[in-house]
Structure formats: structure tokens, C-alpha cells
């Protein structure tokens, strides 16, 4: 619902991944940023950042592209049919329930499919903390099928990280159950770009420093360009600094 997200925000969010990830995600993010485009009445940029999603398919899904192309044509249909293009929505359409048919779906137009679940996920988790919970549930979903899915796995990690830091101030405690997930997400996918950040400022608040100063260098040296991991990088030296200080400060007091 727009009266929960900012969508201006998000939809630059969103731009600045496509921007600096030049070939990872590009159909689940111009499909997300097309949904935002359309929350801010931008009909024809909705549509244009979708044919943009389904020119990425073949390089993402080289296996699976009618697969691949079936949320994007679902959209295509939805947001044609706002904007008064019945034509053009009823061909997307038959589209999406041509494949369904192919693939033995009940419903005509819904297949449930493990990266259609993550794709949620992913968006329900850009969407911030109300819905972070429906992330999660998606995320669980799309893992029943396929466990050791390096996207699915990344996914699920960074949601369990999101929900512990929400509640971080109920349970200070709490951290230490996203370190297994993270850690499983990093051995499946070391390239990551989100993943090694947010395992080592995970593993600072852990009280384990040295661990996640080795994790947070790796990250920089694999990308060393990408906002995102310079963001955290500078939050775990940050952290790194405030616990040694207070630790000594600690120790002063005590020997007082």
C-alpha cells in the first residue's frame, strides 16, 4: 500500500541497484521499480522498465524464459488494463495462461513456482519493516523447493538479519540466530554483494570482532565500488571503534 512506503524514495533506491549490480537482479528490480513507477503515476515508465525486465530474461533465466517472463507479462496486463489498453492487457494475459497451461497449473493465471515466491519476498522486503514477516513466509516458501538456492538462501538471511534488528531493542540477545543463515547464504554465494556486509557487522555485534573484520575486508575486495558495501564498511568501523571504547572504558571503571 503507497500510504506504507515512500515511493519516491524507493523507486531511487531501487535505480541505484540497477545502476551499480550491472548484471545481477536486473529483471526482479526493473519489475519492482516498474511497480513503483506506477504507484507514482508513471504509467509509461512502468511499462518501459517492464519491456526493459523482459530484454533481461534470457540472460538471467537462459533456461527458463518463458518461466522468467511470466510475473513481467502479468504486470504488463495490469498495468495496460489502467491505463485503458484492454487490447494489450487480454494479450499478456493469454500469455501468462498459455504457460500455466503448458506447466499444468489449476488456475489459469497463477503458478506457483520457487522464484516467483522469492521475487515477493524480495519486494516485500524493499518495502521495510511492516512487511518484513510476509518476506520471511515467502522466502520459507520458495526454500521448500529448492534448499540450497543461493538466491533464496541470500534472501531469507537478509530478512532474519531485518527481523532481528527490529527487535533488537526487545531482545539484545537476538543476533546470534541470523549468524547460521548468513553464514549458510556467504558459502553458497561468496560473491554477494549484500550478504558479507551484513554477516560481519552481524558477527561485531556478536562480540566476535576479528571474524567479521575478515569478512568485511573480503567484501571490499570483491567489491570495492558498490555503495552499499562501503555503507556497511563504514558502519562496522564505526561499531568496531564504539565496543572498543566501551570496553575499555569497562575496564577502567573496574579497576577503579
Known sequence: QKEHIDPDELEERIAEQIRFLIDKSKVRNYNLLAYVKFLNDKKEEALENLQKAEEAVPLEYPG???????????NCAWVHYHMGNLTESQAHLEKVESICKQLGSESPY???LPQIYCDKGWALLKFGGRYYEKAKESFEKA??????????NSGYAITIYHLEDDN???????????????RHAVELNP??????????????EAGRMEEGEKCIKEALQRHPDI???LG????FG???????VSYFRGNTVGAR
Open 64 to 74: 527458463d524464459v518463458e518461466k522468467g517472463s511470466l510475473v513481467i507479462w502479468s
Open 110 to 112: 497463477k503458478l506457483e
Open 227 to 229: 555503495p552499499f558495501v
Open 238 to 244: 564505526s561499531q568496531k571503534i564504539y565496543k572498543t
Open 191 to 204: 560473491d554477494d554483494v549484500f550478504i558479507g556486509p551484513l554477516l560481519a557487522v552481524n558477527l561485531l
Open 143 to 152: 526454500l521448500e523447493k529448492e534448499p540450497e538456492n543461493p538466491e533464496f
Open 168 to 182: 533488537f531493542a526487545k531482545n539484545p540477545s537476538g543476533k546470534e540466530s541470523s549468524l547460521k543463515p548468513l
Open 232 to 235: 556497511y564498511a563504514c558502519v
